[in-house]
Structure formats: C-alpha cells, structure tokens
C-alpha cells in the first residue's frame, strides 16, 4: 500500500510517501509562501526517493484544516488532481488531530492531554484537546487566548500545548502548573498516516468533486495596497 501524504495547512509544506504503513520519504520547508512552488517539487523528488511512479500509489491523504485558507486549497487541490487522475481513494485527516497524534507517539510515556494550537492572528488560535486515543476533550475550536481559559482541564490533568500558537501565548497560559509547552514540536505530513490508514480501512473516503477544507472560520480578502493610492 503505497500512500501519498500531504500537509499544508500551516506555515510548514511537509510531503511525504508512505510504503505499507511505513513513511519512507520525507520533505518539509518552512519558506513562507512558497507552498505552491515547492509542494510540486517535493513531490517528484519523493517519487524519485521512494522509486514510485504516481501509478504506484494505492491512496492519496490530505491534511483538512483549519488552517491557513491559501495553503489548504493548495493541498487539497493537489491531493484531488491526484485522486481523480489516479482513480485512487482520496483520504483527509483533520490538522489538529494528526498534530496530537505525532506527539502521541514520539512521546509515549506522557501521560496527559495534547493541545495542538494554530496561530490565527493576535491572539487567536484554532485549537482542541486530545486524549491519548485522540478522542477529543475539547472540539475544534477558533479562541481568543487569555489566562484561564483552560483551568477547567488543566486542573484534571498536564496539557502539553504544541504548535506555532502554542509559543505566542506561553506568557498567558504558562501561570498555570500543569501547562506544558513543547517549542521543538513541527507539523509534519508523516503524523498523517495512522489517522489515514484508520479512514481507508474504515471506507472513510472523500467525494473528489465535492470535498472542501475546514476553513472554520471564512476567508476576508484584504483591500490591496497601491503607493501613491488612497
């Protein structure tokens, strides 16, 4: 089962190809707006890595948001540019959930709760909690952060908080003892693939023509800017 994995929903373009439950190629670059020149480039050269065609592949998974609303039309698009040309099941795993769950499993004996955080301007997240199970104790959610907003699980129990949000609100969320904040974390397109074997041998598959992103919140173009222009 050879599986195409993509992650753009954030700062971070991460491809990656899969073999048999296994990532066995990987790129990712944190150049800033550069998804749509470089996600076509990773993924011929992970084709190259990986020794696989496009007609090689059995599945194609994409990172669904929320997100940045540019970069989740990029992946989307190219994951169903691959799925219709391919014929191929198009598989799609919430960015949050697949951040815990790459936390999960490089930190094995932790014994808390997840709390992916995506920066969303000022001091708004999209944000949730995840048990070990992924099962989530608090839904996806856009939060305006400020202190005690979540005592009511950081009583019961240590959150880790990861994620390009989690570092602008340390200050806030940090008073509290059982915050915990991991600065080395990286959204990577390898977190997706146990969440999408799960959905393909779940039959959870997409709609090509109709899938969309999760934007949770709508996109407000901004009024472009002309020197010399009022």
Request: with cysteine.
């Amino acid at each position: 089962m050879n599986i195409l994995l993509l992650e753009t929903s954030t700062s971070v373009c991460s491809a990656a190809v899969a073999k048999d439950g296994t990532v066995v190629a990987e790129l990712h670059s944190t150049s800033p707006n550069a998804h749509s020149s470089l996600l076509p480039t990773f993924v011929e050269q992970l084709f190259q890595q990986a020794a696989l065609t496009p007609r090689d592949l059995q599945a194609v998974c994409v990172s669904s948001g929320p997100g940045s609303y540019t970069g989740l039309r990029i992946g989307v698009s190219t994951a169903k540019g691959f799925a219709y040309a391919l014929g191929i099941p198009l598989l799609s795993v919430p960015t949050l959930q697949a951040m815990a769950s790459g936390y999960f499993e490089s930190h094995a004996d932790f014994q808390g709760a997840v709390c992916p955080m995506l920066d969303a301007r000022r001091m708004e997240c999209y944000t949730a909690i995840y048990n070990r199970d992924l099962s989530p104790l608090r839904t996806i959610g856009a939060d305006i952060i400020e202190e005690h907003i979540y005592d009511a699980w950081l009583d019961r129990m240590p959150i880790v908080f990861i994620g390009d949000g989690a570092a602008k609100t340390h200050q806030v969320l940090g008073i509290h003892p059982n915050a915990c904040f991991d600065d080395a974390f990286a959204v990577s397109a390898s977190y997706l693939l146990p969440l999408a074997m799960q959905h393909l041998q779940a039959g959870q598959i997409e709609d090509v023509a109709y899938f969309e992103p999760f934007y949770l919140k709508d996109f407000v173009a901004k009024k472009p800017v002309v020197k010399g222009l009022r």
